[in-house]
């Protein structure tokens, strides 16, 4: 079965720009999940989805970031505007359970985005 | 709230040696444990998970872990390295109140050696 789907790969922009990302989850999947992996630490949440409604967002910086998953399957993830600090790799997860309960999560390959 | 800690950022050993990847965990309840890898621009994948059945658990490509309450530890162990082995290792706890959300070590990068 195809992977999680994750585009672009690589992004550079310069700081006060806005930048979007786009996930297609495993087919099937009902929650979808972006985290933020910062160079040298472990993945953080930003927020999960269960089919078109959000889940947990408590982490997610909502003055400039915002993301949605409109028709329960693909999902963007925006960033207005860009901040130095940034700078990250955006990690989309699926998993095919209802949030509240643990299914295990598969990973996309993850879009590093720059700011300079 | 829960918490994982991995105590080792990097390790290095000779391929055919054993590999020990160190991980405690902080929680108020019996959290699911899980070890994920994460090979350069490859996305992270699952190695094994604890769900409270067996304490000894194992994974995929000969890893695997064992689960002591007593210690509060999860550490990951290989009894012999290769090549292929070298990447970043996760160790990630889930459960709680927000069960289902995963909470990140900080990362172990393993260097194996010819």
């Known amino acids: 079965e195809a992977g999680v789907a994750q585009s672009p790969r690589y992004k550079i922009i310069e700081k006060r720009q806005s930048v979007a990302f786009w996930c297609n989850p495993i087919?099937?999947?009902?929650?979808l999940y972006w985290y933020q992996q910062i160079l040298g630490q472990g993945p953080k949440l930003l927020i999960q989805?269960?089919?078109?409604?959000?889940?947990?967002d408590s982490q997610l910086p909502k003055d400039r970031f915002s993301a949605e998953r409109l028709k329960g399957v693909d999902s963007t993830l925006k960033i207005q505007p860009a901040k130095l600090e940034d700078s990250a790799v955006y990690l989309c997860?699926?998993?095919?359970?209802?949030?509240?309960?643990?299914?295990?999560?598969?990973f996309g390959p993850g879009t590093r985005l720059t700011v300079l | 709230a829960q918490s994982v800690t991995q105590l080792d950022s990097h390790v290095s050993v000779s391929e055919g040696t054993p590999v020990l990847l160190r991980c405690n965990y902080s929680?108020?309840?019996?959290?699911?444990l899980f070890w994920y890898v994460q090979h350069p621009n490859k996305g992270l994948q699952l190695l094994l998970k604890?769900?409270?059945?067996?304490?000894l658990v194992k994974g995929i490509n000969g890893f695997e872990a064992e689960f002591k309450k007593s210690e509060t530890s999860f550490h990951l162990t290989k009894p012999s390295a290769h090549m292929s082995d070298a990447a970043e290792y996760f160790c990630?706890?889930?459960?709680?109140?927000?069960?289902?959300?995963?909470?990140f070590g900080q990362g172990t990068i393993l260097t194996v050696h010819p």
């Open positions: 989805f269960q089919n078109n409604g959000v889940v947990d």
């Open positions: 087919s099937g999947h009902a929650t």
């Open positions: 990630v706890a889930a459960g709680g109140t927000s069960y289902g959300k995963l909470t």
């Open positions: 604890y769900t409270s059945a067996a304490t």
């Open positions: 929680s108020s309840y019996s959290p699911s």
């Open positions: 997860a699926s998993s095919p359970g209802a949030s509240g309960f643990y299914n295990e999560q598969f």
